[in-house]
């Protein structure tokens, strides 16, 4: 009987897990069995019966930590590595996927070792450090952009544009909406994230700017605002302190984007591959915030948007509310929203979660 069996593993962000989840559906559908390892966040984000199996296993960062964060990450490296051996070896995979993250170190090193396939998928503008490591293990590196920074010299061969994998909501969602921007007496909706993980920073401060709107602007927001569960209490504080309580929905985390994206006019957040390929699919306006990262991955992942007009985007060293609430002014002024939305248009998105089974497929 063909083995049919594939292993992906990914850290336990939504930014890592959502594709991979993606994908996994994709391959069900044809008789193939899907297991996952990822670390102890990482169920939060996986839906049930998508994957065989989900293992978890130890993983941590070592960029810009203390030397005992460091020597502590890499015996949970190693010992990462020991129990993804094991698992390997007794589930016997034919092909290992790697989808980003500290975690596929250990899983794509042990699947080195057993001498399976080994394919990596860079989600970012910019390769990320795990990936930069796993290239010489890999027979194949699949890319969401066309052109990808810090690849490692010497990997051309194996590369493949597949694009993101895109979520199923999402991509349905997609085949409908058509973006209509508010005239000067409709509600305006807006979504605010701060990715998987939360973020302070796009928290209090997000609700500041928006207090600090003219009145008739305020009077017409309705906003979904994604806010840590520990600064809930002080947001909503904000935001009744500024008579915007009536029209605001605060979250620690939204399981129904699909359903928010389907009216939205505006999306705040973190400029992960995820948040930008998916806002230019359904061509709504952004304004980016991005995480800094030293290699300026979600920089480079904005600039795919606000390159073409259809996006603006606030420095982490330069953003305030008070640099929000002018930008704010500035998208809500005229046509500014209809213009970004046209210019959208101009960005190409490719479906991974179409291209990758097919090149998954060429290696059973």
């Given amino acids: 009987m063909k083995n049919k069996k594939i292993v992906f593993t990914a850290g336990g962000t939504g930014g890592h897990l ?58 949970k490296l190693g010992f990462g590595s020991f129990i993804s051996f094991i698992k390997l070896l007794f589930m016997r995979p034919k092909v290992i996927v790697g989808f980003g993250g500290y975690t596929t170190v250990s899983v794509i090193l042990a699947g080195w070792i057993l001498r399976k396939k080994v394919i990596i998928h860079s989600a970012d503008s910019v390769m990320g450090l795990s990936n930069k490591i796993l290239c010489r293990f890999a027979n194949k590196i699949l890319t969401s952009f066309e052109n990808v920074k810090g690849i490692p010299a010497g990997n051309n061969s194996k590369i493949v544009f597949t694009g993101l994998p895109l979520r199923e909501n999402i991509l349905k969602l997609s085949e409908s909406k058509k973006y209509k921007a508010p005239s000067k007496d409709e509600k305006i909706n807006i979504i605010i994230t701060g990715g998987s993980q939360g973020s302070a920073a796009l928290g209090k401060d997000c609700a500041i700017a928006f207090s600090l709107l003219d009145d008739e602007v305020k009077s017409r927001l309705n906003i979904n605002h994604q806010v840590r569960k520990e600064d809930i209490d002080t947001v909503l504080d904000i935001y009744e302190n500024a008579g915007l309580s009536k029209n605001i929905n605060c979250e620690p985390f939204f399981d129904n984007m699909s359903e928010l994206y389907k009216d939205c006019h505006l999306f705040i957040g973190r400029s992960g591959a995820s948040s930008v390929v998916e806002n230019a699919l359904l061509g709504v306006p952004s304004i980016f915030i991005p995480l800094w990262h030293k290699d300026r991955q979600q920089f480079l992942n904005a600039e795919q948007l606000t390159s073409v007009g259809g996006a603006l985007m606030i420095e982490p060293k330069e953003y305030s509310s008070e640099v929000l609430k002018n930008i704010l002014n500035e998208v809500f002024d005229g046509k500014k929203l209809l213009d970004m939305n046209k210019a959208l248009s101009q960005v190409s998105i490719k479906n991974g979660s179409v291209e990758i089974p097919l090149v998954l497929k060429e290696e059973f």
């Fill in 18 to 75: 959502f594709p991979s989840v993606a994908v996994a559906k994709e391959m069900k559908k044809d008789g193939y069995r899907v297991f996952l390892i990822t670390d102890k966040r990482g169920k939060e984000f996986t839906e049930k019966g998508v994957f065989e199996k989900v293992i978890s296993i130890p993983a941590g960062g070592i960029v810009g930590k203390s030397k005992l964060f460091k020597i502590m990450s890499l015996m």
